[in-house]
């Protein structure tokens, strides 16, 4: 690249002017060499080419006489052009040389290095034990190896036992990379290195990976104490990367100014032989703790507290002086959770969040109060339990002033009779409004006991005023609050007379820990003005403490409507504990020592009170005159809503409820919170829809005049062929799919007359592309149905003509009368039959008239329905008007009900029979149509299997020939997972054989096939530690061997490990007099170790035939014999043998409790076993995911040709399971058995014995020792799996 560069510039600089100018082209080339073999950004001098040209080609450049000026020129070029401010070109006439490096310190003594170091080096431990440490120059790897322990020693040690640590940076501009690594690890607790930077050295061309050191001398400063670096806008080089490197540990606090954003290592370079020199950053940081982001060259380091560096130190140190009071902070404010918090039942769980809280980046009051309230409000989502920042003046004087809440002192009452009245009317305004309606100011609480003094005369000059009243307004707008000693007593006199005591609230103060039940008072003074009365509290932002407490319990109790603004949000019932103090203030938490409990139970957290009606509270008054005019006519529309539902709903079994509801709901003022019509119409419609479980009833305010429900609608008009053709193709979507599989979408149902009006254009432009196919989809999906009477006429297409069928009936709500719907006996055009496959796909969005098509077909299964549930419409909706006012009831006016079960289903909807999203209905369709066509197939080529596969050669043919006669049983199967359950439940009744099973396995668990992957054989050290697990050993008293293992194992894999079994199990059991062999648990597994295993328990000699197998697939009989040669000792045949069974043995522990008791060789006490199989073999069927498992072999060696698969083994002795063992040890202990000898294991005749060649391992099985007489050949071309289970 310089080659190129440099013949570049060349070619750029020959026409330039000569030696009579300043400006030479040996400068620009010397200027590109320094930049190319020294600047540590090369990737950026891509685009110096063009910014050299630019410089060369200007007239201003080339006419600058003066160096300085052009060597300020350069520099501005240089830095635009690669955006580096760090790249200066200097004029320096005077220096003869490069400015010479510091002397070696290897030429320095001892002595002169330490004075050069202490110029630039301070200590000492500040006020409350802080350390301060000023570093000015970052010494290297060379002073650091030299002094390391004289700065142990001499400063390090004299920090050590502080509290916390300044690191003083302002000063420092720079320093050796190699000393990074000293001042990181000293403090870096532990004793693991970190990776902290990696250095790339331009003039090297190397990279340079930066650890802390794996040893330090002297201790570290531990990871408990807080590192404080202050930094200024001097701050350079070395400096800025340590203090960058300590802040993204987060092992320091960087306090003071923007670092200058220099460079590791800043050299200044001769251009050349001239005077000029360029001063250039040879080495930058590439993190890693930066992650591959932007470090800190050239943008500086970022200080975690700003401020001017004169006053970081002072900052710094108020910084350590919070974190030092930071547990302090947590300790007082656990204790003041603990002893004040109401919500006593979430202050485990605050204390264990503040006990795990993370502090390590607070750095201020402000940092410290956000941390804690994000965490307090996050737990315990109540919003009154804050930290707060508070200055001097309100800031507590001490823990015992803690109370918020002022004192309750209570005022003097005067006694003079003239005096109390004139108080009287200054407080209370009161007032009655025309159209009778009382208003009653007050501006503040008073104490109860107030009350009680006063109550004679505010019952004459203020209540009794008002008794008569039709309503009362009473405004608390301008109502600070006060003791809410009185709420109780006011609350009383809004109680219906003749009610007993109300529960108003409940209050827990965690104070007294006492739980008070706030009740309402019957001796009352004067009558009160009850509950059936409207009454209108006005509010405002202003409203709070006893205020809001009173209209908030006037809501929640329904005896009132608010009007106004949102109020204070401010309660009384708070504490402050002070958890900080400083010369400038501190930090307090207010805390709330009282639960408020409405009587609906719902603790109230504060907040403001909500309005019903919100306006500004200068309009608040004009507004509940409003309101109360709508409250007037409330009455009559909540009745006259119930009166409609009475006589039109469609269901009227729950009609008297629902009216009664109302009516309840109305006289206990539950709709005094509506404000409006709007309001009204959304709380009846809630309402209604609550209690009877219908979302079709809706209550709407229309102020628009509307049609009248039994108004006919005027007849449609007839649209020209033209036009009719037009809207036939716009509304209804047909296609014929691969397969021959139909698609007709409409999304909009008409009426019965409309429909037969267009029926012969209906059926040649639509009907007559789909009538022919061999299946048909119909695209409900986006049919949101409506009010249609053509849903016989559609259903009737898709049935014969004869015999009719009832479709669905109809419950009229206007005639009481109950409708049976069905099919047509005539229809335009030609009927699709009831033969072909009908799929419907429904959404969501499906309703009405959609519903009752596709819940029919489902009902007659004539249809299967995927998709989505159904919204649940209705067939026939009426709308009417309540009254004469604007508001209107819509209600479903008709009931379908099911053909098949009398059941209303319009309610619930459709549930469809395959449940898929909308989006993937139709592909789900076509699915289901693929398969369906595969089934005959399918039941072909299980049956072949089953037939030339199944042990029992003639039940698998008359299986195989009944299976294809079953083939309309599978017409409605929607999967292949419900097809292999149909398959294996008929291959099962038609055998009597519960091991032939079916299972749909998809492609993504193949692995779930028995055979298909391969045997992992363990190692021997593995197998080891399987063996002791799975086999169980024990001598019992009389020495009884005992020996229980619950699974077969493969015999090649059991070879292999020989020599442990022997070690591991069956020297433990050889040498006993007698043994049990447990199989109660044994599930069975391969045949192959039975040979083997029996062996062990016959005498050396000729070979005993122990079963013959025979194998349907290959139409063969094996015959299984005794072994010559075994692992280890045999236990021979002379010693008793006792096998224990159970119902669950079965497979191969059958075959081999089978074998020994045929032999008489043991005797079998216990149960019956299962009756299993032979292991079968697994076997694809065709392209599908189905895998049919087929019985393929079994017992032949019986003389009477019985065996015991499907049967089981019967034991000797019968006794159940559990009982098995106490009764073997019981028959070996009483009288040593001795087994039964067969005739033909007596006999030992030479037709049953063989000179097997091989040698096998114990339990092991060696292929010498089976005999195969093949007696036909197998098929050829069967396609056959050869999956064994085991």
């Known amino acids: 690249m310089v080659r190129k560069w440099a013949l ?59 160096p300085q000026t052009l060597a300020h020129v350069l520099t501005a070029g240089v830095q635009s052009s690669l955006n580096d401010p760090r790249l200066v070109i200097s004029y320096e006439p005077s220096t003869l040389e490069a400015p010479p490096r510091a002397p070696a310190f290897t030429n320095l003594t001892l002595e002169e290095i330490i004075a050069g170091l202490q110029d630039g080096l301070r200590h000492e431990v500040l006020e409350g034990n802080v350390g301060y440490l000023r570093v000015d120059d970052i010494p290297g790897q060379e002073v650091m190896s030299k002094l390391r322990s004289f700065l142990v020693a001499n400063v390090w040690r004299k920090l050590m036992n502080t509290s916390a640590l300044v690191l003083d940076l302002r000063h420092c501009t720079g320093g050796h990379i190699s000393g990074i690594p000293y001042v990181i690890s000293y403090l870096h607790p532990g004793n693991t290195i970190l990776h902290v930077d990696t250095i790339y050295d331009r003039p090297s061309n190397t990279t340079t990976e930066i650890w802390t050191l794996p040893e330090a001398l002297g201790e570290k400063y531990s990871a408990d104490k807080d590192v404080v670096v202050l930094t200024s806008s001097r701050t350079g080089g070395v400096a800025e990367d340590i203090a960058y490197i300590l802040k993204q540990m987060r092992r320091a606090i960087v306090v003071g100014e923007r670092t200058v954003g220099g460079a590791l290592d800043l050299q200044k370079l001769r251009i050349g032989q001239s005077d000029f020199f360029l001063t250039v950053p040879v080495s930058r940081s590439l993190g890693p703790l930066g992650e591959g982001s932007q470090t800190w060259e050239g943008s500086g380091v970022l200080p975690c507290v700003g401020t001017p560096a004169e006053q970081a130190l002072e900052k710094a140190l108020a910084v350590l002086r919070l974190r030092r009071a930071l547990p302090g902070v947590i300790q007082r404010l656990q204790e003041a959770l603990r002893e004040y918090y109401t919500l006593v039942d979430r202050v485990p769980a605050l204390l264990s969040h503040l006990a795990t809280t993370d502090l390590s980046s607070v750095v201020s009051e402000e940092d410290l109060v956000t941390k804690l309230n994000a965490g307090l409000q996050a737990v315990s989502e109540d919003p009154r339990l804050q930290v707060q920042v508070v200055r001097p003046k309100e800031a507590s004087s001490g823990p015992e002033e803690e109370a918020e809440e002022p004192p309750e002192t209570v005022p003097e009452v005067p006694e003079d009779e003239a005096v109390r009245r004139a108080l009287v009317d200054s407080v209370f305004q009161v007032s009655v409004l025309p159209g009778n309606v009382g208003y009653l100011r007050f501006d503040s609480f008073a104490d109860a006991s107030v009350l009680e003094v006063l109550g004679p005369y505010i019952l004459r000059q203020v209540w009794e005023p008002l008794q008569d009243t039709e309503h009362l307004i009473m405004d608390l707008r301008q109502n600070p609050g006060g003791p809410s000693s009185a709420v109780p007593l006011l609350l009383s006199y809004f109680q219906s007379p003749d009610t007993s005591p109300v529960r108003l609230f409940t209050t827990y103060d965690r104070r007294t820990n006492v739980t008070q039940e706030h009740f309402s008072q019957t001796e009352l003074l004067g009558r009160p003005y009850g509950s059936q009365r409207g009454v209108y509290l006005l509010t405002s932002h202003r409203t709070a403490t006893a205020a809001e407490e009173l209209a908030f319990l006037m809501q929640s109790l329904g005896w009132a409507t608010l009007v106004g603004e949102i109020t204070a949000g401010s309660l009384l019932h708070t504490h402050t504990v002070s958890l900080l103090e400083t010369p400038k203030g501190g930090l307090a938490l207010t805390v709330p020592v009282l639960t408020f409990i409405d009587n609906h139970g719902e603790c109230w957290l504060g907040g403001g009170v909500v309005p019903d009606a919100i306006v500004l509270a200068e309009e608040a008054l004009d507004r509940a005159q409003e309101v109360l005019e709508f409250h007037r006519s409330l009455g009559e529309l909540v009745e006259g809503t119930g009166r409609l539902l009475e006589a039109h709903y469609a269901r009227p079994e729950v009609v008297g409820q629902m009216g009664a509801l109302l009516r309840a709901k109305l006289a206990q003022g539950a709709y005094r919170t509506a404000v409006d019509l709007e309001s009204l119409a959304s709380q009846l419609t809630a309402d209604l829809q609550e209690m009877s479980g219908d979302h079709r009833l809706l209550v709407f305010h229309s102020p628009g005049e509307m049609v009248a429900e039994d108004v006919p609608p005027p007849p449609p008009a007839v649209p020209s062929p033209e036009e009719l053709s037009y809207l036939i193709e716009a509304l209804f979507k047909t296609e014929v799919l691969p397969g021959q599989l139909g698609y007709l979408r409409f999304d909009a149902m008409a009426e019965l007359e409309t429909v037969k009006a267009i029926g012969p254009q209906l059926v040649q432009l639509v009907w007559q592309k789909l009538v022919d196919t061999a299946a048909l989809v119909v695209d409900l999906r986006y049919n949101p149905g409506s009010y ?29 009368r109950v409708t049976e719907v069905w099919t047509l006996p005539h229809v335009t055009g030609q009927r699709y039959g009831s033969r072909k496959d009908l799929y419907v796909l429904v959404s969501h969005t499906s309703g009405s008239a959609a519903e009752a098509f596709a819940h029919t077909m489902q009902d007659l299964q004539r249809a299967t329905i995927i998709g989505e549930p159904t919204a649940g419409g209705a067939l026939s909706v009426g709308i009417y008007q309540v009254g004469s006012s604007p508001l209107y009831a819509s209600m479903p006016t008709q009931m379908a009900m099911s053909a098949s079960t009398g059941e209303a289903w319009d309610l619930a909807g459709v ?21 369906r066509a595969k089934v005959p197939t399918v039941l072909q080529t299980a049956g072949k299997l089953v037939a030339d596969n199944y042990a029992s050669p003639e039940l698998g043919v008359k299986m195989a020939a009944k299976l294809s006669g079953l083939q309309s049983r599978y017409a409605r199967v929607t999967s292949e997972a419900a097809l292999a359950e149909l ?23 193949k692995d779930r096939i028995p055979g298909i992957v391969p ?44 020599e442990l079994l022997v070690e591991h199990v069956w020297k433990k059991i050889v040498h006993t007099d007698a043994l049990i062999v447990d199989m109660r648990f044994n599930i069975g597994g391969p045949t192959s170790s039975i040979s083997a295993l029996c062996s062990y328990f016959f005498d050396e000699g000729p070979p005993i035939l122990l079963d013959k197998i025979y194998n349907r697939p290959s139409d063969s009989v094996s015959e299984l014999w005794t072994l010559t040669q075994l692992e280890g000792e045999r236990y021979g045949s002379k010693k008793s043998m006792v096998i224990l069974t159970s119902s669950l043995t079965a497979g191969a522990a059958e075959e081999f409790t089978y074998i020994m008791k045929r032999l008489g060789r043991a005797l079998v006490i216990g149960e019956a076993t299962s009756g299993g199989c032979q292991p079968p073999q697994t076997y694809h069927v065709d392209d599908t995911d189905l895998y049919i498992t087929i019985p393929t072999a079994r017992s032949v060696g019986a003389a009477d040709g019985h065996s015991w698969e499907g049967v089981g083994v019967a034991p000797d002795v019968a006794v159940p399971a559990d009982a098995a063992l106490a009764k073997a040890k019981e028959m070996l202990q009483h009288a040593p058995l001795r087994a039964r000898r067969s005739p033909r294991l007596r006999g030992r005749g030479k037709g049953h014995h063989r000179q097997s060649q091989g040698r096998a391992g114990s339990l092991g099985h060696n292929q010498g020792a089976v005999r195969h007489e093949v007696l036909t050949e197998a098929p050829s071309g069967q396609k056959r799996g050869l999956l064994h289970s085991g």
Do not use: W
Request: proline share 6%.
């Open 983 to 1005: 398959l294996q439940a008929d291959l099962q009744v038609l055998s009597g054989d519960p091991h032939l099973k079916t299972a749909h396995i998809p492609e993504d668990a």
């Open 911 to 931: 549930e469809p029979d395959i449940t898929v999203p909308m989006s993937v209905a139709l592909s789900t369709a076509r699915d289901i149509v693929t398969l």
């Open 8 to 66: 570049l510039l060349s070619m750029l600089l020959c026409s330039l002017a000569g030696p009579a100018h300043l400006f030479q082209p040996s400068l620009v080339l010397d200027m590109a060499q320094v930049l190319l073999d020294n600047y540590c950004f090369p990737e950026n001098l891509m685009g110096m080419q063009e910014a050299i040209e630019q410089a060369i080609k200007s007239h201003e450049i080339l006419s600058i006489s003066d």
């Open 1015 to 1058: 045997m992992q054989i363990p190692s021997p050290e593995v197998f080891e530690d399987l063996i002791k697990f799975s086999f169980h050993t024990n001598v019992l008293e009389g020495n009884v061997g005992y020996l229980r293992f619950d699974m077969f194992g493969d015999g090649e894999l059991l070879t292999q490990v020989s």
């Open 788 to 816: 249609s009477t053509a849903v016989p006429l559609l259903c009737s297409y898709f049935f014969e003509a004869e015999p009719r069928q009832h479709l669905y009936s109809v419950f009229d709500r206007a005639t009481s």
